[in-house]
T-cell receptor
């Protein structure tokens, strides 16, 4: 089972920041937090990942709390094309599989 | 930007037939994966592959499934005798190395329809 909890859906206005929360209270010290998204039935698209420091790339920012029990993905200026299901995943330590949960359906409205 | 490519985009097969799904991972990646997504359900891990052998597999990946890297570029998933419940999107992924600080990059999938 997925080790993360996300809200099932969120809405955001176009041009505004989208802040997607994720709880991972049982994360262990050497597990990374990954974010992916899936648009319609396309393949999951990698967004960003982190261990304990905040991270930023051209797509998004990832804020991880100091205790690492939760994180927030920030899309700074959401566009209609950011409408997708967003998955927060804690990578299994025992192997290389990604365990996808239900994710958050983000809808960006004009 | 390099990407994972999968062929065909849609495969229709009669139940009981063998099917081979093909993937070309990103060229300098060493770990390869297959996932599937039944319509309306979660993405599920099937298998990971490194150094010409399976490194991890899920309970879904039974004797009907096999993977192969037949040459230096392709990575294939074979289903020997397809069942109706094998109908799903199949995604291939690759990463530079396994585990830890190595994001997996996915292809756009093959839609497998079993009749």
């Amino acid at each position: 089972d997925a080790k993360t909890t996300q809200p099932p859906s969120m809405d955001c206005a176009e041009g505004r920041a989208a802040n997607l929360p994720c709880n991972h209270s049982t994360i262990s010290g050497n597990e990374y937090v990954y974010w992916y998204r899936q648009i319609h039935s396309q393949g999951p698209q990698y967004i960003i990942h982190g261990l304990k420091n905040n991270e930023t790339n051209e797509m998004a920012s990832l804020i991880i709390t100091e205790d690492r029990k939760s994180s927030t993905l920030i899309l700074p200026h959401a566009t209609l094309r950011d409408t997708a299901v967003y998955y927060c995943i804690v990578e299994e330590t025992s192997g290389s599989r990604l365990t996808f949960g239900e994710g958050t359906q983000l809808t960006v409205n004009p | 930007e390099p990407e994972v490519t999968q062929t065909p985009s849609h495969q229709v097969t009669q139940m009981g037939q063998e099917v081979i799904l093909r993937c070309v991972p990103i060229s300098n990646h060493l770990y390869f994966y297959w996932y599937r997504q039944i319509l309306g359900q979660k993405v599920e891990f099937l298998v990971s592959f490194y150094n010409n052998e399976i490194s991890e597999k899920s309970e879904i990946f039974d004797d009907q499934f096999s993977v192969e890297r037949p040459d230096g570029s392709n990575f294939t998933l074979k289903i020997r005798s397809t069942k109706l419940e094998d109908s799903a999107m199949y995604f291939c992924a690759s990463s530079p190395y396994g585990g830890g600080n190595q994001p997996q990059h996915f292809g756009d999938g093959t839609r497998l329809s079993i009749l």
